[in-house]
């Protein structure tokens, strides 16, 4: 369920409640900054009817002379690098790389939910595979608060600019071995419902913007695969190396930068890493 991914725009929930407060929308401000900044965390896909942008993040959009979201949303060669790395590559189909049951189960669910089989998506990651067992969850065509944050940029004659490229995020879940991201989605496969109701929990959490509660459901999460063994490469290092990135955005110009929601809170959080660098991190929800 952590590996929530469609376009690539992972949001990592493996860290603690951590005197987190309960918002999704900050400004970040001292340290010499002559125009205060923003954070907002994201929740990549969700139905329309549960996209909401708020008064207060609008008026931080209009405030911000440029967007920064996970990744490069004007970069021309975006979906192309997007489709490769969602591959296994090297001929590989996840057939061999199964038990024959789990296979079945997987195949099955697929048949079942998407309607589409392995036969057809054998060649993908896991983690595309994921993405759409996630669409098929939600019951609905999905919207991105990324790619809305995106348009509203645009429209604005705003900069879209990226935390990380594809290849960084790519490299970053790929420390997670195949066997383990097989399993979570063998599990979900196994158990519709209960991966069905808690994504429905999930999604609550966050539209009422619990941003702790957020993070206390994703690792009591019963399909987590034990991915939090990877929790430094997932999460502390990305979030580490979006600091210089952010501070240095921030301080040529007001800022909005929209991430994954898991990406906030925590002792490895971003809002506790700009903390400790000194920076005044208030939640505006």
Request: hydrophobic residues 40%.
């Amino acid at each position: 369920m952590k590996r929530v991914i469609l376009l690539l725009l992972t949001a990592g929930f493996f860290s603690t409640a951590y005197g987190q407060d309960k918002s999704l929308l900050y400004e970040v401000s001292g340290k010499e900054l002559t125009q205060p900044s923003y954070l907002y965390g994201t929740f990549h896909l969700v139905c329309p009817a549960d996209l909401k942008v708020t008064d207060a993040t609008q008026k931080a959009l209009t405030h911000s002379k440029q967007v920064y979201l996970e990744i490069d949303f004007d970069d021309p060669a975006l979906q192309m690098n997007m489709m490769k790395a969602m591959l296994l590559g090297d001929g590989k189909s996840l057939k061999s790389l199964m038990k024959a049951d789990d296979y079945a189960i997987l195949d099955n669910y697929l048949q079942k939910h998407v309607g589409a089989d392995l036969t057809k998506m054998g060649m993908l990651k896991p983690v595309a595979l994921l993405s759409v067992m996630f669409v098929s969850m939600l019951k609905c065509q999905p919207s991105s608060y990324d790619m809305t944050f995106a348009q509203m940029a645009g429209k604005d004659g705003k900069e879209v600019l990226g935390l990380e490229t594809v290849d960084d995020q790519m490299a970053a879940l790929d420390k997670v071995p195949l066997e383990d991201q097989l399993k979570e989605l063998v599990e979900m496969a196994r158990k519709p419902d209960e991966a069905e109701k808690e994504l429905t929990t999930i999604i609550a959490a966050y539209k009422a913007q619990d941003l702790p509660q957020l993070m206390k459901l994703m690792n009591e999460s019963k399909f987590d695969s034990d991915t939090k063994r990877f929790e430094e490469e997932l999460l502390v290092k990305r979030n580490n190396n979006w600091i210089p990135v952010i501070e240095k955005a921030a301080h040529a110009k007001p800022t909005f930068f929209a991430f994954g929601a898991g990406h906030l809170g925590g002792p490895s959080g971003v809002v506790t890493l700009l903390r400790q660098k000194g920076y005044t991190v208030k939640p505006l929800q």
